[in-house]
T-cell receptor
Framework: GQSLEQPSEVTAVEGAIVQINCTYQ??????LSWYQQHDGGAPTFLSY????GLEETGRFSSFLSRSDSYGYLLLQELQMKDSASYFC????????????FGQGTTLQVKP | SAVISQKPSRDICQRGTSLTIQCQVD?????MFWYRQQPGQSLTLIAT?????????ESGFVIDKFPISRPNLTFSTLTVSNMSPEDSSIYLC??????????????FGAGSRLTVL
């Protein structure tokens, strides 16, 4: 089957750095994405990796190692507003809209 | 990025009834995607809505239960038919930005939260 694994919950304090890991097992691989979802809100795109290495976008970075079927999202200088669920998602086919999502990691940022 | 309007935003429905969710995009897009997110769970693709042809359903989802219309390049509807409490979920419409890198980025509507009693 196809699956993505990520931790269910992570807690950190304001100003800290947190890393959310994602391992995947899919029949195909066209890239790993990260989405943020606040309670009651829509998922919003954060980052995308198609090739190995680190992608940086402001306070957020994402890493991919295709040989290890592994990636992570790094959030720096945590703010209270970063408290949300974070989903990793693999595009496993040529259908650009077909993403396989992980179960999500709930990040709680404490003062 | 595209702006997606979805309605209704929420509804409470009786068992056995059907509800149609509408999705309007502010620009023309080739494909629109319908996802389901059950309470506290991840997102699962229901189907891809193609303009001018039948929707493509994912494993576990069938047209009789989730009929989809796509009359033009900016609009789609998803109907949840003969609802049961197990259909209580958030239903999300989404589109991809476009080509190249943008093809890998999904924009989601705000979702339609359905509660079936």
């Amino acid at each position: 089957g196809q699956s993505l694994e990520q931790p269910s919950e992570v807690t950190a304090v304001e100003g800290a750095i947190v890393q959310i890991n994602c391992t995947y097992q899919t029949s195909g691989f066209y890239g790993l994405s990260w989405y943020q979802q606040h309670d009651g809100g829509a998922p919003t795109f954060l980052s995308y990796n198609a090739l190995d290495g680190l992608e940086e976008t402001g306070r957020f970075s994402s890493f991919l190692s295709r040989s290890d079927s592994y990636g992570y999202l790094l959030l720096q200088e945590l703010q209270m507003k970063d408290s949300a669920s974070y989903f990793c998602a693999v595009r496993a086919s040529g259908n650009t809209g077909k993403l396989i999502f992980g179960q999500g990691t709930t990040l709680q940022v404490k003062p | 990025s595209a702006v997606i309007s979805q309605k209704p935003s929420r509804d409470i429905c009786q068992r056995g009834t059907s509800l149609t969710i509408q999705c309007q995009v502010d620009s023309q897009v080739t494909m629109m995607f319908w996802y389901r997110q059950q309470p506290g769970q991840s997102l699962t693709l229901i189907a891809t809505a193609n303009q001018g042809s039948e929707a493509t359903y994912e494993s576990g989802f069938v047209i009789d239960k989730f009929p989809i219309s796509r009359p033009n390049l900016t609009f789609s509807t998803l109907t949840v038919s003969n609802m049961s409490p197990e259909d209580s979920s958030i239903y999300l419409c989404s589109v991809a930005y476009g080509t190249g890198f943008g093809a890998n980025v999904l924009t989601f509507g705000a979702g339609s939260r359905l509660t079936v009693l």
